[in-house]
């Protein structure tokens, strides 16, 4: 990669490869502050290079992981008008609140409520919720999933308002709403993996092991551990270490990406957050 970066420093797409690579396959994000210094922002027009809109939301994710939250509203502010580019928001909205102003952060979620399809800015309340409880911040996030359980809604059964349920707690209406996306989308293992939570803290026990054993059936070539993703995020759940750790390493080994929402941004893994094993996880790749 360094190589091919010395042949074509101000190629727009050999930046973004090797901004990705830093940032979700190697997890090092302070490597990417010398590669974007080669871009000149002031010739970036983001309606002709889609690998310019790649590159500014990588940068913006990387200084939010580098606690840079001034850094991140100054670079996505100018880009996060109007209704589009939703994905420029949602890392834009996290900073607001990390940095303290909760009023800028609200604003820009009440106009996107407003402008935005329901699936949209249902999608974007439920991140910024399980933001927060990374931070401990539970009863702010609640105010979030909250928003996303009394909306009226006009798709059923909504998947987002599960997913609200579900880190609220509500195990059980989660699991209603979870059960019949389950019947219609049988290969989904985000789906399983929250619905074998939710039949385990309903103590059905058995139920949840088998459902979540199923999702053994489903690997194929190409899915870079996302199955046993997964299954870290259940055991993670029900307090099984040993075989949240053993998932993750054989999902990391894969080639599943540290993304926005994954390992150290996910809520679901949170209680072992700081351990040796976790921190080995977040390095597997620095060596």
Not at 159 to 170: D, K
Request: some cysteine; aromatic content about 12%.
């Amino acid at each position: 990669m360094k190589k091919e970066y010395n042949i074509s420093p101000f190629d727009i797409q050999t930046i973004k490869t090797m901004m990705t690579v830093a940032q979700q396959f190697v997890n090092k994000p302070a490597e990417l502050d010398s590669i974007f210094t080669k871009i000149n922002m002031m010739e970036l027009d983001l309606d002709l290079c889609y690998d310019c809109e790649d590159i500014i939301l990588v940068k913006g994710f990387a200084d939010l992981e580098l606690k840079r939250y001034g850094s991140v509203i100054e670079l996505l502010e100018p880009f996060s008008q109007g209704i589009d580019r939703v994905f420029f928001k949602i890392p834009l909205i996290k900073a607001y609140l990390r940095n303290g102003n909760s009023e800028m952060a609200n604003r820009i979620l009440e106009k996107l409520e407003l402008m935005a399809d329901e699936k949209t800015w249902q999608n974007v309340y439920n991140k910024i919720g399980a933001d927060l409880l990374l931070i401990d911040r539970n009863e702010e996030a609640s105010k979030y999933f909250n928003k996303v359980v009394v909306s009226p809604s006009s798709s059923q059964p909504n998947y987002n308002r599960a997913i609200a349920y579900y880190y609220l707690n509500n195990y059980e209406e989660s699991r209603k709403i979870l059960e019949k996306i389950y019947k219609n989308q049988p290969g989904d293992f985000d789906v399983i993996s929250m619905l074998a939570v939710c039949l385990n803290k309903s103590g059905e026990n058995l139920k949840a092991e088998q459902l979540i054993n199923s999702l053994e059936s489903l690997k194929n070539d190409f899915q870079y551990g996302a199955i046993d993703y997964a299954k870290a995020q259940y055991y993670s759940q029900i307090g099984d270490k040993q075989n949240t750790f053993k998932h993750l390493l054989q999902s990391i080994s894969a080639g599943n990406r540290y993304s926005p929402t994954s390992y150290q941004n996910d809520p679901q893994l949170k209680p072992f957050f700081g351990t040796e094993m976790f921190n080995q996880i977040l390095k597997f790749w620095h060596n």
